[in-house]
């Protein structure tokens, strides 16, 4: 998609679009089925272009760039810049988090010229959030100009030392139109590329050149908010996980470790203090809970998390699995005209076919036939075709890629 | 008084495995149909409970998965029998046994070998949960759960439909309980886990009804006021997509998120080729760097 | 010195210095409405099911209980804790040891324990039963265990009304039905509120509701007019109503020579059939026909002809023990929209919901499908002075809120009107009544100060003015008192 930024005009230098055309009134003079079509088919479309990459950059290291100058506290997104980017911004986190297990995630600060990380890189939401909260959500906590030079230099530094299996991100939102910047950002833009950091940027006001240049000479994407809505669609685009370029990260095994509860069952159990909360104001608490390290035997009391004493890397198992659907996606089902006899009801729902439908939905692997909301729900949520996975020959097994 | 609760409406979604290589069906005729007894007593238990609550039954076996009892069954035909009976009871279970029955008749010819497909049945019941939330009147509540029961033996197969289906389950607010006859089946049980559901091995089967009515019968909100059997622990260990064993530690492709026991220089999943393996120890710690 | 006990302050009467007169003249009096509208009134008591029950003698509670149909009714009534336990006790033969069953629930929720124990003893559907190690413990009684199992399982005995096998060929679909229900039960509101359609409703009906205090003979012309119990009843919602009707209506039933536990079983069968479907009176006792046809003129059965022996049940009939929550009648569609300038818009065409929500508002319009009105500090005022309480207001309105209304979340009524509702209300609660008695024109000062003193020692006094040498004391101390002054005066100064 970002290739043919180039190429891509402003929608007020293409031809006349008569966008009313599209629209037809029914029998009965409304609107509202034809409207329904229309959104229909948008998603449907946003639906097939997500369709089966398999080398996906999973392993997301992405530093978020926020404005934090004056230009947050404009009212033009309800009720300020400022607290729509914090609430969209709870809801992005966790999602990012969601679908990029084994991801990272960093804040960066840009306020007074200056720019601050506030979090380092990591996959602990809560955490995030409330140091977000504390330093991002007070009235008073933007302030002056933004510089995107220092911020995206400081974001740089912290990750051109990541291995280099890993996707490095940075995602700036912008709030103001200017930058205070103490050398050539050129030059700043320039380093990012040769360190293979994607810089995406979503403006807040209004369609900047820089940033448009910096978003295309990275490789990210650049989109201008047109209301809250929009924001959050946009930010959802970077929720997923980008297509893997092969010239950008090497692809490396990780070794990682899949501990198993502490060993409460058996009467011996034995109490440890959790390594995370060793450092923490509370304290550790000793007790018999917890996941241990099968490499050094250290405690913790959630995953994922890194081993604070052996290095190694700790998930569970449906962590990891929680993304196998971006490489496993169910393939798009095809629209064929309803027939009443032959399938009278949805193979999922088992709701009954009428013929105000019209169209209906069939796998092509295991030809079953779904209604409209099964469809959507079966590639936006499910991710497994009831259809495929009730037959011997289609279901999906773990090696059904090799 | 306090102890009266409000009108929220329950939706059970039963998967029932009828695959006849289940033991408890190949050493005794007669069991199985103990076990459909039980599960149709458990049904009507469980319309007892409100007036408003719902229910639909999946079979399912190796060669296919359809529904036994659905909104569709719900128009009361009366059996025309009048023993005391509550109508809508006699009614479901008539149901039940009759559609059972050709459930089993369409398989007894070409079953295909392999496990039964419960994940894909599972697939199917949410669906069905989800048409069902659609369909509520506005301003109603509706607590959907999914019983799955089974006697088949636990199997890595069906891995990635099960996570797909225990995910979806858990951000839908789907509880799924399981109830093994035979086999632990680990896999169910990390979605129960994942889920907040109830994991069961009945230790025994004569007393099924017992255990279904006691653990399975109320409702996830009254649950956590019952003493019911301590939750399992469930075994997080990730299966190896080369071997599909557990392993503790293992190799996790980049790209793909692919597990592997052993270094290998090429991703099976996603042919991506890996550079040389690296002293283990090193690759962390660039992972940590020092600020 | 004489006490006069008499309802008029008599001047005349008195024989003596002293006199008291009677200011009780604003207390409760149930025979003078016309006092009662400046006092909080009760709202109106609707008993659920377990409330009803556990009023009934034994004896009648078990036969009650050889019904499998009230078995269930009464089961689905139970607290969820002690649906569990009963499920869990059904299939076991012995008595169950008390701990036993009080380790089923977490040691947090005891209380609760306690409670479900109490209501499952209170209805008798568990006994303490003595097991050999002299353990206290429950056992289910064995005519609802029985008869429960029948209910999920089967093999009872027949009995009451059967589904008619063959089709009807003149069958009437559900909406017929609910129109047609909605049409009889209206009909009984219009009546009360004495709108239009004064038809159409029996001198059984009016004794009905006559005696359930719905309505009463007017003093003048001894027509029926509507209570303040009547105005409370019109603002439930209908499963309420109807709940309420019949429970008043059983207490008739004995009255009638009728069985109570046959009507009752007789109702729990009707509200457990299945809507659209008709049954035949085939095997109906004499007087469960006559109950039937009660029941018909309340719209909860239909029949076409009065002996066509057949009848369908309506929608109000079905699930009439659920008041709680939304049954499925009461979720028609929602009317009533509130803004926050306090007009009300109900989109109706039914003149009774135009009169309801006149009940309390200042109605400015009224168009073909549509009326506008306003909530007033009059308007509010007149009803609250009519008996409805602000409660049953707010409860009306948001029950029936519109459902656009409901979808979008939220509170449906805005708060500011919700909070001016209720603080209309308490504006009248600003006095506090007392029953008192008047003592006066005491002789002497010494008099009037020992009496005085006394009274307020015994914690009777009301108020008292030294000057005018005047008291009030409580009823209840009244006698006290007035043994006290008898001893007291016929003391050292005997002036009588």
Same mark, same amino acid.
């Given at each position: ?111 007074? +010229? ?68 103490? @050398? ?6 320039? +380093? ?27 490789? @990210? ?61 509370? @304290? ?119 | ?291 | ?496």
């Amino acid at each position: 998609m970002a290739d043919d930024d180039d190429v891509k005009e402003y929608r007020w230098e293409t031809g006349y679009e008569k966008t009313w055309e599209a629209i037809q009134e029914d029998d009965q003079g409304n609107l509202e089925a034809s409207v329904a079509e229309i959104i229909q088919r948008a998603k449907r479309k946003a639906q097939m272009e997500r369709k089966g990459h398999t080398r996906l950059g999973m392993m997301r290291h992405m530093y978020i760039i926020l404005d934090a100058s004056e230009a947050m506290h404009d009212q033009d997104l309800k009720p300020t810049r400022q607290l729509c980017t914090l609430k969209l911004m709870e809801g992005f986190v966790e999602e990012f988090l969601y679908e990029n297990p084994l991801s990272q995630l960093g804040f960066i600060l840009s306020r007074n +010229k200056r720019a601050e990380k506030i979090t380092e890189l990591s996959g602990n939401y809560k955490k995030q959030l409330e140091v977000l909260k504390s330093n991002f959500g007070q009235p008073n906590s933007c302030s002056g100009e933004p510089s995107l030079q220092n911020a995206l230099e400081l974001a740089l530094s912290s990750l051109k030392h990541m291995p280099s299996h890993a996707i490095r991100e940075v995602l700036v939102i912008m709030g103001s139109l200017t930058t205070c910047d103490p @050398g050539d950002i050129n030059i700043t833009i320039q +380093k990012l590329k040769t360190a293979s950091i994607r810089a995406s940027l979503i403006g807040l006001s209004a369609d900047v050149r820089l940033c448009k240049s910096l978003c295309m000479t990275t490789g @990210g994407d650049y989109g201008v908010v047109l209301d809250d809505v929009h924001f959050k669609h946009l930010l959802s685009t970077h929720a997923l996980p980008p297509q893997a370029a092969a010239e950008h990260s090497s692809s490396a095994l990780v070794k990682m470790g899949f501990p198993h509860h502490a060993p409460t069952d058996n009467k011996t159990s034995y109490l440890a203090m959790c390594m995370c909360h060793l450092d923490s104001e509370e @304290g550790s608490k000793l007790d018999g809970g917890g996941y241990l390290c099968p490499q050094c035997r250290s405690k913790y009391c959630e995953l994922p998390a890194e081993c604070k004493v052996c290095g190694l890397t700790l998930v569970s198992a449906p962590h990891l699995a929680r993304s196998y659907h971006h490489l496993f996606p169910v393939q798009p089902f095809t629209l064929i005209p309803i027939d009443q006899n032959r399938t009278p009801s949805c193979f999922g729902c088992r709701v009954q076919f009428k013929t105000i439908d019209k169209q209906v939905y069939k796998c092509e692997k295991c030809c079953e036939v779904f209604c409209l909301d099964c469809d959507m729900f079966i590639h936006d949520t499910l991710h497994t075709c009831p259809g495929c996975s009730t037959n011997q020959q289609t279901y999906q097994t773990l090696s059904s890629e090799s | 008084m306090a102890v009266y609760g409000g009108a929220e409406r329950s939706l059970l979604v039963i998967i029932f495995d009828v695959h006849p290589c289940q033991k408890i069906i190949t050493n005794h005729q007669h069991r199985f149909h103990q076990v459909l007894e039980a599960v149709i007593a458990f049904s009507n238990g469980h319309l007892l409970m409100k007036p408003d609550n719902r229910l639909a039954i999946i079979g399912c076996h190796s060669g296919a998965s359809d529904y036994i009892f659905s909104d569709k069954d719900y128009a009361v035909v009366p059996t025309g029998i009048n023993d005391g009976q509550y109508e809508l009871f006699a009614h479901v279970e008539k149901c039940i046994r009759k559609n059972i029955k050709q459930f089993l008749s369409k398989m007894s010819n070409n079953l295909p070998a392999g496990e039964s497909l419960l994940a894909g049945a599972c697939g199917m019941g949410l669906c069905y949960i989800q048409r069902m939330k659609r369909e509520l009147p506005i301003g109603d509540k509706m607590n959907s759960r999914i019983l799955v029961l089974t006697g088949s033996n636990d199997s890595a197969s069906q891995y990635m439909n099960y996570m797909n289906v225990f995910f979806t389950a858990q951000k839908e607010n789907v509880v799924m309980d399981v109830c093994t006859l035979e086999h632990d089946q680990g896999l169910l049980q990390q979605g129960c886990d994942i889920t907040g559901g109830a994991y069961l091995k009945t230790p025994q089967q004569q007393g099924l009804l017992q255990y279904l009515m006691w653990v399975f019968l109320p409702e996830p909100p009254l649950r956590k006021k019952l003493v019911l059997p301590p939750p399992v622990k469930v075994d997080y260990r990730a299966a190896c997509f080369c071997h599909r064993q557990l392993i503790d530690i293992g190799y996790v492709c980049s790209i793909c998120l692919s597990i592997f026991c052993k270094f290998s220089p090429i991703c099976t999943t996603c042919h991506a080729l890996f550079k040389t393996p690296g002293p283990p120890p090193s690759k962390p710690k660039k992972k940590k760097p020092k600020m | 010195m004489v006490f006069l006990d008499s309802e008029n302050d008599s001047s005349s009467a008195s024989q003596s210095a002293s006199r008291h007169s009677n200011v009780n003249n604003k207390v409760i009096d149930l025979e003078d409405s016309s006092a009662n509208g400046i006092l909080r009134h009760k709202a109106l008591q609707c008993a659920n099911l377990y409330e009803y029950l556990i009023t009934l003698p034994e004896d009648v509670i078990d036969t009650l209980f050889s019904y499998p149909i009230i078995c269930l009714a009464v089961y689905r009534d139970l607290p969820d804790i002690g649906k569990h336990y009963v499920m869990r006790v059904l299939f076991v033969e012995q008595p169950v040891p008390q701990a036993v069953i009080a380790s089923w629930v977490g040691q947090e929720y005891s209380k609760e324990h306690t409670e479900v124990v109490e209501v499952l003893s209170k209805l008798k559907v568990w006994q303490e039963a003595s097991i050999p190690g002299g353990l206290p413990a429950w056992a289910l009684n064995i005519t609802f265990k029985k008869n429960l199992k029948v209910a999920i399982f089967g093999g009872g005995s027949s009995w009451g009304c059967n589904p008619n096998m063959e089709a009807d060929t003149k069958a009437r679909d559900v909406e017929y039905l609910d129109k047609y229900a909605m049409e009889r039960w209206e009909c009984v509101l219009h009546y009360m509120v004495g709108s239009q359609q004064q038809e159409g409703i029996s001198a059984d009906a009016v004794r009905i509701l006559l005696h359930a205090g719905l309505m009463k003979r007017d003093d003048d012309d001894g027509s029926p007019v509507i209570t303040r119990d009547g105005f409370q009843f019109l603002l439930l919602d209908t499963p309420a109503q109807v709940w309420y009707f019949m429970l008043q209506y059983l207490d008739t039933v004995y009255a009638r020579g009728m069985d109570l536990a046959q009507c009752l079983a007789f109702l729990f069968q009707l509200s457990f059939s299945i809507l659209g479907k008709d049954y035949s009176t085939e095997g109906l006792s004499e007087s469960l026909l006559t109950f039937l046809q009660h029941l018909r003129e309340f719209g909860l059965v239909y029949q076409r002809k009065r002996k066509g022996g057949k009848f369908y049940p309506t929608r109000l009939a079905l699930n009439m023990t659920r008041q709680k929550g939304k049954s499925e009648i009461s979720s028609q569609e929602g009317f009533v929209i509130v803004e926050s300038n306090y007009r009300v818009y109900a989109y109706t065409d039914s003149n009774l919901k135009v009169a309801l929500i006149g009940l309390f508002t200042e109605l400015l319009y009224r168009f073909p499908n549509m009326c506008v009105g306003t909530l007033t500090r009059d308007s509010v005022c007149m009803a609250l002075r009519s008996g409805i309480t602000s409660e049953q207001i707010i409860r009306f309105l948001t029950l029936h809120a519109h459902s656009l209304l409901v979808a979008k979340g939220g509170p449906v009524i805005p708060p500011t009107i919700s909070d001016q509702i209720r603080l209309w209300e308490k504006e009248r609660d600003r006095f506090n009544f007392t029953e008192g008695i008047l003592y006066s024109q005491f002789l002497s000062h010494s008099d009037f100060s020992v009496l005085r003193d006394y009274a307020s020692e015994q914690n009777c006094l009301i108020w008292h003015c030294d000057k005018r040498r005047t008291m009030v004391v409580t009823k209840q101390g009244h006698d006290d008192v007035k043994k006290f002054w008898k001893k007291h005066s016929k003391g050292p100064i005997s002036n009588c």
